[in-house]
């Protein structure tokens, strides 16, 4: 048996979810069915968004700021992040323009948050 | 070959070169620092006291009045900002009123002009923020603010020009007597046949290395607060009935419009120690409700602590030694050695002249300094002709002081420039308003970095080691 | 140079005012930005989590910035970049300055106010110590990571627990740095649960509330801080301090409205929001000068400061058609028990009689009532399962059935 304490952030109640594995997973804290969800969530498969920059050359910004266009494993934020460091991009960048396709065959496009035009 | 080697680029290190340029000698000022006015002259009062506290007869009280004098065709000719505001010392009960006359009276004895004393509806009148339990005050007319970085750094800029050398970076490490002095820095060494100890805080190292005659200097923190601009609580320098440790918590308005308020007292070991402390800034705003009780404290923009060179002597050190002749020490130049300053160049030149150092006057010597223009200050019809002329000044990198790129690079391209973050901030306010360089120093580094050509991790705040950026967010493949 | 109307600051509330403006009919609109580009504070912000009340999704800073710059271009609506309000005055005249055209007087029937706000920095909440380098705000440290693209530090403690200190917690992790320690003086965060959770959580950061910094040690660059539990009274309690050795201090310690040019124009300012009094239609004091977004009061998300713009919008040019009633009763709005503060401050009826109010909390509460009443009756009563300073309350009021009398006051509290 393990447990885990978890908050949840479905709402800003911020419920303090206590989750307990043994044959099933048990979720108590919760006050409504949101905070059962988002604890299985977090045990089986956490993911999150992730945003960071990478390089930008000829552009007056030095870096571009980019997204995952969906979620990715919790684990590969690292991995991600790494990756991304040693990418270098060209302007002119349009918004949602995608940058790596696929990053880490997670099945996630990583897109540019933003337009930058290119060095007159 | 120097004539004269001075010790120290802080107010009187400053003076003194200014005062030696106008003669043909050769000159050079040696700074540990990696600019001129960066230890008890950026952080003090920033007063030009009047006169009547330093006790008759002493060289403080001689000096200090002599130097007031000197202030409004100094501050004209070096472009710095100074205003005679006057100067309060409140008196709350009778004990106060003794001192009050007291130091009237020894005001009158050193030869201080315009002092009265003023009745309880005089004060308020002048000054209605005041607490109402006061008595009575001393009004010093010939009381003034400075800038005393601002005024340090522009007579470094006129000795400069005026053929002065100064080498930044340069610690004095050993002085030995030859037939002349070999003054030893750690890369290079310095003859001169006069040396002018001004090293302020360090004045009782470097004497040790030459003279048998020890002094010991004390350094005596001051911890201050500095108000927003918004905040206008007084009209003077308001003062407290002066105490054993000095001349107490004062509450005055800067020369910038900004409110100081400060300082403590409390003798040190550590001559770096400029920290703040929390029970310091707590005694400096508890006392200093007794002159305002109504001191807006969140509306501070920042809190600093300077040290006092002082020594048991009660009086300044400004002479030769006496087992080393050339070698002059200007030592334990703490209050009113900001207002003393002028004064005490002249002073030490009589000293020099004394020992015989011979004195001719340059006949092209430039008295005028040509200070940075204070874009803010223009009118609507000059500031669209400079920007004209230089489209920088078009661009406000700081906001909160409103100070453009054209006033930046000017101040780092000037004789002597800024080459750090508060050396900019000391020449042109940038990042000396309410946000503290939140929103411009990104930009004042870019600056630098242009200006300078060296990469922005490079740039440092203020002393060696000080750096801001620790380098990029990725390794860029070139 | 004239205009009908001039906004001032190109972040998300000066695009949606001017947007908003010109929807209704307004042609000669001039928004002015300081900073190169438009998009304000959002252009750093490289974070998601905005736009989710007004796009239904979460968007990235720059992405919620492009969406409504790009209407703003598709409109047609005249823009300057690289350019500086420094004077305002109460006939709205607007006092210009950049590099093209130099220092000028512009004209206008309207003006909005949409300048943001600053950080408070160290000297505002007065920390002893040295004064070394690696002190940042937080918003200062954001936009040398984001975009200028260098780093701050390597080992960081930070001071406050709101929500840009928790997103730069995260964001100096991901770049590499060490985290060392979130340090909040009060017993609960202003900053999201979610940024609590996906910044500090996921990467282990200890977040110590009741905490702060006392001492900053280092006399070049932070060497390290001293950091003390408080007392309620938010004294340091002695024999609890902790020494973290550290190369950078990041302060989140609050954001001020920023109101100098404000100010400047004669507008008066409420001390419960550090920004101007406003009325219904976001209305300054002075006629004809509007005011939107986290000038007016800090917001927590930019939807609810992109919806306040648009009302401004709507109202500058409602004033510069001759249409914006000035006759009719007005209502005070009241902060009462629990309420910091409620914006708008001033409700004139005839022009809306529908008003959202805006308001915040002055503690945690749970399991409590917001009640709104006009004089003595009770019109609304909203419950809550927790409510937190952190987070920006609103209450929408219908006037059209209530009978109003001039100067009737609306009280807005917290019943537990």
């Given amino acids: ?120 | 070959m120097y004539d004269v080697l001075i010790i120290g680029a802080g107010i009187i290190g400053t003076s003194i070169a200014r005062e030696l340029s106008k003669y043909n000698l050769k000159v050079c000022v040696l700074e540990k620092d990696n600019d001129v006015a960066n230890g008890t002259t950026k952080a003090n009062s920033a007063i030009i006291h009047a006169g009547y506290d330093a006790k008759n007869g002493t060289l403080k009280a001689r000096l200090n009045v002599l130097g007031n004098q000197m202030f409004d065709k100094l501050c004209r000719d070096l472009d710095v900002p100074f205003k005679r505001i006057g100067s309060l010392v409140l008196a709350f009960d009778d004990n106060d009123l003794n001192t009050l006359h007291k130091l009237y009276d020894n005001g009158i004895k050193n030869g201080v002009k315009d002092l009265y004393i003023l009745s309880k509806e005089e004060v308020i009148n002048i000054e209605p923020n005041v607490n109402k339990t006061v008595k009575a005050a001393l009004y010093a007319k010939t009381a003034g603010i400075i800038g005393p970085f601002e005024m340090a750094i522009a007579l470094a800029e006129n000795a400069y020009e005026n053929g002065v050398e100064f080498r930044l970076n340069s610690e004095v490490i050993d002085i030995k007597k030859e037939d002349v002095y070999v003054v030893y820095t750690k890369n290079e060494k310095f003859k001169a046949r006069y040396v002018v100890n001004c090293a302020g805080l360090y004045a009782d190292k470097i004497n040790d290395m030459v003279s048998k005659n020890r002094f010991k200097i004390i350094p005596r923190r001051g911890e201050y607060y500095l108000l927003d601009k918004s905040v206008k609580l007084v009209n003077h320098i308001i003062f407290q009935c002066p105490t054993k440790l000095g001349k107490g918590v004062l509450i005055t308005p800067t020369v910038h419009g900004n409110t100081l308020i400060g300082p403590n007292a409390e003798d040190l070991e550590d001559k770096e120690a400029i920290n703040t402390t929390r029970e310091g800034l707590r005694f400096v705003l508890d006392t200093a409700k007794k002159s305002v009780e109504d001191i807006p404290i969140g509306m501070s923009i920042t809190n600093f602590a300077g040290l006092r060179a002082r020594t048991e002597l009660d009086d300044f050190i400004i002479k030769e030694a006496e087992d080393s002749k050339g070698f002059i020490n200007v030592a334990g130049i703490e209050s009113p050695g900001l207002s003393a300053a002028p004064a005490i160049a002249l002073y030490v030149l009589d000293i020099l002249k004394s020992s015989g150092l011979e004195f001719v006057r340059k006949n092209n010597f430039k008295n005028k300094r040509k200070g940075i223009i204070k874009f803010s200050d223009l009118s609507f019809e000059e500031k669209n002709e400079l920007i004209k002329k230089d489209s920088r000044y078009g661009r406000i990198i700081c906001r909160c002081e409103e100070i453009t790129e054209g006033e930046i690079v000017d101040a780092i391209r000037r004789p002597l420039g800024a080459t750090t973050l508060d050396g900019v901030k000391r020449r042109v306010r940038a990042g000396m308003g309410r946000c503290q360089g939140g929103f411009c120093s990104p930009r004042v580094m870019e600056i630098l970095s242009r200006e300078l050509k060296v990469k922005m991790e490079d740039i440092i705040k203020d002393h060696e080691g000080s750096y801001i950026l620790t380098g990029p967010t990725k390794k860029e493949v070139d | 140079m004239q205009y009908d109307l001039v906004v001032i600051g190109g972040g998300p509330a000066g695009l949606a005012a001017a947007i908003e403006a010109k929807e209704n009919g307004i042609d000669k609109i001039l928004l002015i930005e300081r900073d190169r580009e438009l998009g304000g504070i959002l252009q750093q912000c490289i974070h998601n989590g905005f736009g989710l009340h007004i796009f239904k999704q979460q968007l990235t800073g720059p992405e919620y910035a492009e969406r409504f710059i790009n209407i703003l271009k598709e409109k047609n609506i005249e823009y300057i970049t690289n350019t500086m309000v420094l004077d305002i005055t109460d006939k709205k005249e607007v006092y210009i300055l950049n590099e093209k055209l130099g220092y000028k007087k512009i004209n206008a029937k309207a003006v909005i106010l949409a300048m943001g706000c600053r950080e408070r920095t160290r000297g505002a909440i007065s920390i002893p110590g040295f004064r070394p380098s690696g002190i940042f705000t937080a918003g200062t440290a954001q936009r040398f990571l984001n975009i200028e693209g260098y780093m701050v530090g390597k080992k960081v403690v930070i001071l406050g627990s709101g929500d840009i200190g928790l997103i730069m917690a995260r964001r100096l992790t991901l770049e590499g740095a060490k985290v060392i320690a979130v340090v909040e003086i009060m017993p609960y965060s202003t900053g999201l649960t979610r940024n609590i959770v996906q910044c500090l959580k996921d990467f282990n950061i200890p977040l110590l509330f009741e905490h702060t910094v006392i001492d900053i040690k280092g006399k070049s660059r932070v060497e390290g801080v001293v950091v003390a539990k408080v007392d309620e009274n938010k004294n340091p309690i002695k024999g609890t301090e902790i020494y973290y050795e550290c190369d950078t201090l990041l302060l989140s310690v609050g954001l001020i409205p920023e109101n100098e040019l404000s100010k400047k124009a004669g507008v008066i300012i409420d001390k419960r929001t550090s920004g101007p009094f406003v009325t219904e239609s976001m209305e300054t004091n002075i006629e004809g000068i509007f005011a939107c977004g986290n000038v007016v009061h800090v917001h927590d998300l930019v939807d609810y400061v992109t919806l306040e713009a648009k009302r401004a919008g709507k109202a500058a040019a409602k004033y510069i058609k001759g249409t914006l009633r000035r006759d009719g009763v007005k209502i005070i709005t009241i902060n009462g028990k629990g309420i910091r503060y409620v914006v708008p401050q001033i409700i004139n009826i005839n022009n809306s009689k529908e008003v959202t109010l805006f308001f915040r909390v002055d503690n945690i509460y749970k399991d409590c009532k917001l009640e709104v009443r006009l004089n003595e009756k009770v019109i609304k009563s909203i419950k809550k399962d927790k409510v937190t300073p952190g987070e920006m309350e609103t209450i929408n009021i219908d006037f059209s059935k209530l009978d109003i009398k001039q100067d009737d006051k609306l009280f807005v509290e917290v019943k537990e």
């Fill in chain 1, 1 to 120: 048996m393990e447990k885990i304490n978890l908050i949840c952030i479905e709402c800003p109640m911020g419920c303090n979810l206590e989750v307990i594995k043994h044959k099933d997973i048990e979720v108590k804290g919760n006050k409504c069915k949101r905070g059962k969800d988002y604890a299985l969530k977090e045990i089986e498969n956490p993911k999150r968004v992730l945003t960071t920059t990478v390089i930008l050359k000829n552009s007056y910004l030095k870096r571009l700021p980019v997204r995952s266009e969906g979620e990715i494993p919790k684990s590969l934020l690292f991995e991600c992040i790494d990756y991304l460091n040693k990418i270098e991009v060209e302007a002119p960048v349009k918004m949602g323009q995608v940058i790596v396709e696929n990053i880490l065959n997670t099945g996630i496009n990583i897109i540019a948050s933003r337009s930058a035009e290119k060095l007159p």
